[in-house]
Nanobody, 116 residues
Framework: QVQLVESGGGLVQPGGSLRLSCATG???????VGWYRQAPGKERELVAT?????SSLYSDSVKGRFTISRDNSKVDLQMNSLKPEDTAVYFC?????????????WGQGTQVTVSS
């Protein structure tokens, strides 16, 4: 059983920053961890994923603004220069071996709202 618990979401002004954290516990070393997001009426989309080795994948829409990192018990997402279009529920994910597709385990989600 894998339990993922996100924190750090909230309301921020355009251009501001937030740091999301997902408590993962210890995972298989081969499992990718990452963040996905879903806005109302939209499909869930990949934001950023990372392997234990440190290799990572970012959506073009967040590249250069967001940074993903991980250690043995959590995965973080540093979000800078936030835009209104970043508004979504952000979900932590793991349990898969591919960097571009999600695994079977999901967190409950944390709301990020970017608005003036």
């Amino acid at each position: 059983q894998v339990q993922l618990v996100e924190s750090g979401g909230g309301l921020v002004q355009p251009g501001g920053s937030l740091r999301l954290s997902c408590a993962t516990g210890r995972l298989l070393s081969s499992w990718v961890v990452g963040w996905y997001r879903q806005a109302p009426g939209k499909e869930r989309e990949l934001v950023a994923t990372i392997r234990k080795s440190g290799s990572s994948l970012y959506s073009d829409s967040v590249k250069g603004r967001f940074t993903i990192s991980r250690d043995n018990s959590k995965v973080d997402l540093q979000m800078n220069s936030l835009k209104p279009e970043d508004t979504a529920v952000y979900f932590c994910n793991t349990g898969g071996i591919n960097i571009d597709t999600p695994g079977k385990y999901w967190g409950q989600g944390t709301q990020v709202t970017v608005s003036s």
